[in-house]
Every structure is written in structure tokens, then in C-alpha cells.
Nanobody, 124 residues
Framework: QVPLVESGGGLVQAGGSLRLSCTAS????????MGWFRQAPGKEREFVAA????????YYADYVKGRFTTSRDNAKNTVYLQMNSLKPEDTAIYYC?????????????????WGQGTQVTVSS
């Protein structure tokens, strides 16, 4: 088990920024590839970004590329999602997830552990 806890969500105006954090318990955080997903009301969960174990590789969905950046600090067992130029369509519950494969995946089924989610609301 890898308990994950997200934080940093909130209400922001369009064009604003938020930084989400996801902190893991335990000493094996650096052995997990980490992903970010989001789910808006009435929609399926969709991929946002992912980062490799070392942080050297990242991958983004086209709809956030250039606006969102993911990073990690393995010494703090924490992964971050910096979200800039936010749009109303970015409104969703954001989840972090971990997988034990040394591969970046964009499918939620490839992730073993999930946080409880944090709400991000972008007003127009």
C-alpha cells in the first residue's frame, strides 16, 4: 500500500494558477512512477500528466501541455502539479496515482494506488 494525500486545490479565476501537492507515506516513493488524473462531473477520469521515478521524464496530455508542469521531490515523498493559465474547463477533482512500473502510462488502469482527490474550480 502507498497512501497518497493530495492538497492545494481550491477556487481560482480563469488565467490564475494553483499548485497541487501529493505526498506519499513510506520509504519507497522513489520506486513509483507518478501520475495525475482529473474527473469532471459526468465525465470519465482523464489523464493529465505523469513523471518517471527519478523525475527525469515527464509526459502531458495535449490539453494541458504548456500550461501544467509536474515535478517531484523524492526526499520529501512529494509530487507536484503546477497549473498555470487555468481555464474553466480545467474544473475537476484532481487525483494523483502511483504505479510500480518503470514506465509512464496514461491509462488509469495501469496505476495501483490513488489519492482521495482535491477539488479545483476555475471561474470564468
Amino acid at each position: 500500500q502507498v497512501p497518497l494525500v493530495e492538497s492545494g486545490g481550491g477556487l481560482v479565476q480563469a488565467g490564475g494558477s494553483l499548485r497541487l501537492s501529493c505526498t506519499a507515506s513510506g520509504s519507497t516513493f522513489s520506486s513509483y512512477t507518478m501520475g495525475w488524473f482529473r474527473q469532471a462531473p459526468g465525465k470519465e477520469r482523464e489523464f493529465v500528466a505523469a513523471i518517471s521515478r527519478s523525475g527525469g521524464r515527464t509526459y502531458y496530455a495535449d490539453y494541458v501541455k504548456g500550461r501544467f508542469t509536474t515535478s517531484r521531490d523524492n526526499a520529501k515523498n512529494t509530487v507536484y502539479l503546477q497549473m498555470n493559465s487555468l481555464k474553466p474547463e480545467d474544473t475537476a477533482i484532481y487525483y494523483c496515482a502511483a504505479n510500480s512500473y518503470n514506465t509512464i502510462y496514461s491509462g488509469p488502469d495501469q496505476y495501483d494506488y490513488w489519492g482521495q482527490g482535491t477539488q479545483v474550480t476555475v471561474s470564468s
